[in-house]
Nanobody
């Protein structure tokens, strides 16, 4: 099992920034792909960003491209999501996810492990 814990959420004004962290523990693997998803009230969980094990490949949803940056520190087994120029429509619970085999994928079903989520609220 891989245990994921998100942190860094909170309340921010529109135009502000937050950095989310996703720390992993448990089963040690060398090929986990990590992703960030989000779910707003009354909506389905949607893909935000993903990063390969090496960090050399990243992919973003169109809604966050140019504003959010995903990165990782494999020594700390932690993935980050730097969120800049936040908008009220970015308000959601943000989830970290992991899959143990390579692949830049964007569907929730492609990821095997999930964190509990961290709330991000952007005030207008």
């Amino acid at each position: 099992q891989v245990h994921l814990v998100e942190s860094g959420g909170g309340l921010v004004q529109a135009g502000g920034s937050l950095r989310l962290s996703c720390a992993a523990s448990g089963r040690t693997v060398n090929t986990d792909v990590r992703g960030w998803f989000r779910q707003a009230p009354g909506k389905e969980r949607e893909f935000v960003a993903t990063i390969s094990w090496s960090g050399s490949i990243t992919y973003y949803s169109d809604s966050v491209k140019g504003r959010f940056t995903i990165s990782r520190d494999n020594d700390k087994r932690t993935v980050y999501l730097q969120m800049n120029s936040l908008k009220p429509e970015d308000t959601a619970v943000y989830y970290c996810a992991a899959r143990l085999s390579p692949g830049i994928l964007t569907r929730t079903n492609d990821y095997e492990y999930w964190g509990q989520g961290t709330q991000v609220t952007v005030a207008s």
